[in-house]
């Protein structure tokens, strides 16, 4: 599957969203519009205005949608969450070449809130793992007390953590103490 620089900013840009989600242990990521605006600029999220809460609230909203979008085992479940963002944002795609980028394409209306930005962009990124029948490399981190999401772009479509170094290792450790542990005995 080709992956092209946008979507892949795109796709960078979902996960952290998604991830920013409030989970047992953890405060919301986006907790207020100075959050926001980190997140933004993190991802050089380009022709965006000033911030309000109302923006906080809608990107939220969208959050809640693009995890839905990583928890859905059907298609078809993630097809209609992704149609319903895309439709929502107006998306308008156009080509453009801007800070230095080659040619790439935007979802997003010109002007359009940062919520519909993220809706549009990151909505298609997504759509395209779904036409191409690789929704399933859209998943969350299989470490009992890790949830984040990530995208499985491994050839074989094998990952499991979020993070290999950091989930997948702590698992590999224990299970390797928790061996040695039982043949000691």
């Given amino acids: 599957m080709l992956i092209t620089h946008d979507t892949r900013c795109a796709l960078d840009a979902v996960v952290d969203l998604v991830n920013t989600a409030p989970e047992d242990a953890t405060a919301d990521g986006l907790a207020d519009v100075p959050s926001l605006a980190d997140f933004v600029r993190k991802h050089e999220i380009s022709d965006v205005g000033v911030l309000s809460e109302r923006d906080l609230a809608a990107v939220r909203a969208v959050r809640g949608l693009f995890a839905g979008i990583f928890a859905a085992d059907d298609p078809r ?7 319903e963002l895309v439709a929502a944002a107006g998306t308008t795609p156009r080509l453009t070449d801007h800070d230095g980028y080659d040619w790439h394409v935007h979802y997003f209306a010109p002007g359009a809130s940062v919520a519909d930005h993220l809706a549009a962009d990151c909505g298609m990124a997504l759509a395209f793992f779904v036409v191409a029948g690789e929704q ?3 998943r969350r981190c299989e470490a009992p007390d890790c949830r984040r999401a990530f995208v499985d772009l491994s050839r074989n479509r094998s990952r499991r953590y979020c993070d290999s170094r950091t989930c997948g290792n702590r698992l590999h450790v224990a299970a390797y103490r928790a061996r040695r542990k039982e043949a000691a005995g």
Avoid at 77 to 83: M, P, Q
């Fill in 136 to 138: 399933e490399r859209l």
């Fill in 77 to 83: 479940v993630a097809a209609s969450l992704i149609n």
